[in-house]
């Protein structure tokens, strides 16, 4: 069976969900060999052999941490010519996909970005890509070269397929270029203890219904009782009373939760294009004509000011 490189993302040697994702689909079109570099890339290991990983592809040198992208793809390709694959899969993150385009500059391939499905096909893999705000479904194939694919996080279920996982070391010399762009310093942003927003299993929302910075503390309060990611509308975002990296929309974050509860959200398609994939959408807004309603599984029309502190305090009650 063919072999389809995927590239892993991770802190640590801890593998991110998305990658996982990647096992999944990857598993459809051939036998997922995986590539982890990095500090703790041999760590990895055991979680891509537990989803599907024949074999794990691994290098580390201090080039990674010092330098933007190109070491990582001198890397990647350092694998792609060990093996031949028939695909390379990447994880669409803005750095996932910077690799996937330099790669496939590199060896003559087409790429697919920000893919939401996979399937194997005839002729190469068919990617499914969602366009205009999620108006319309796309399919494509690759038709030149190997194909390269970014796919965006919560595209597939991640599922258990234990398989041999055997840790090979990747030989890798690095191009001039590789450190042509050194990182010169790094602040960690602050943790919030809460679920990465793109991996959360709940995400709750608010928009500029919120009405202020502070009054985010509600939604806030609300995530922590549930265990859930903050997400924010553009409105809420661009007005600061929310960070950026929390935006969920066609110019945020793609978000496909179990449950995701917008509150003083208008439910605009540019929002929409990033959560309607969730599995249980819940509204909270006081226009009962919005058209989020539109698209709720559940909805409340009222005013979130008393219907989210209602909320939270049952949740609380319920969990004991
Ligand atoms: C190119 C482009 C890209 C965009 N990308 C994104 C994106 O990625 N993400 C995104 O979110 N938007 C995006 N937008 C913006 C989008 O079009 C909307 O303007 C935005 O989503 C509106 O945010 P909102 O729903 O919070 O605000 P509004 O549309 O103003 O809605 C606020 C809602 O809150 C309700 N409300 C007010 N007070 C209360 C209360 N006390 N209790 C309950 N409900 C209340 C109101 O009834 C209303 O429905 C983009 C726009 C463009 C043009």
Redesign the pocket.
């Known amino acids: 069976m063919a072999e389809v490189l995927v590239y892993v993302d991770h802190v640590d040697g801890a593998v991110r969900k998305p990658t996982l994702e990647l096992l999944t689909l990857a598993r459809r079109i051939g036998e997922p060999v995986a590539v982890a570099l990095g500090s703790g890339a041999e760590n990895t290991a055991a979680a891509l052999a537990e989803h599907g990983a024949v074999k794990v592809l691994t290098a580390d040198a201090p080039e990674f941490a010092e330098y933007l992208v190109v070491p990582k793809v001198d890397a990647l390709q350092a694998a792609y010519e060990a093996v031949s694959p028939a695909a390379v899969l990447v994880p669409s993150s803005a750095e996932g996909k910077e690799i996937a385009a330099r790669l496939a500059v590199r060896i003559g391939s087409g790429i697919i970005t920000d893919a939401v499905d996979l399937e194997a096909g005839d002729e190469g893999p068919v990617a499914t890509q969602s366009a205009f705000?999620a108006s319309f479904t796309t399919k494509s194939r690759i038709t030149k070269g190997t194909p390269v694919i970014t796919v965006k996080p919560n595209s597939a279920a991640v599922e258990a397929a234990p398989a041999a996982g055997t840790v090979e070391a990747l030989s890798v010399s690095f191009s001039e270029k590789a450190t042509g762009t050194k990182v010169v310093s790094r602040t960690p942003r602050e943790s919030t203890g809460r679920p990465e927003l793109t991996e959360a299993a709940i995400v709750v929302s608010?928009?500029?219904?919120?009405?202020g910075a502070e009054n985010f503390a509600i939604i806030e309060a609300l995530a922590d009782s549930l265990g859930a990611a903050v997400g924010?509308?553009?409105?809420?975002?661009d007005a600061g009373w929310y960070p950026h990296t929390n935006?969920?929309?066609?110019?945020?974050k793609s978000v496909s939760p179990q449950l995701y509860i917008?509150?003083?959200?208008?439910?605009?398609?540019?929002?929409r294009?990033?959560m309607q994939t969730s599995k249980t959408i819940v509204a909270?807004?006081?226009?009962a004509e919005?058209?989020?309603f539109d698209l709720v599984d559940y909805g409340v029309v009222?005013?979130?000011?008393?219907?989210v502190p209602q909320l939270t305090e049952e949740v609380k009650t319920r969990k004991g």
């Open positions: 705000a608010g928009g500029r219904g919120v009405n924010a509308s553009r409105a809420a975002v935006q969920v929309g066609q110019t945020g917008a509150s003083g959200i208008s439910g605009a398609i540019q929002h294009a990033g909270i807004n006081k226009d919005a058209p989020i009222g005013d979130l000011f008393e219907v």
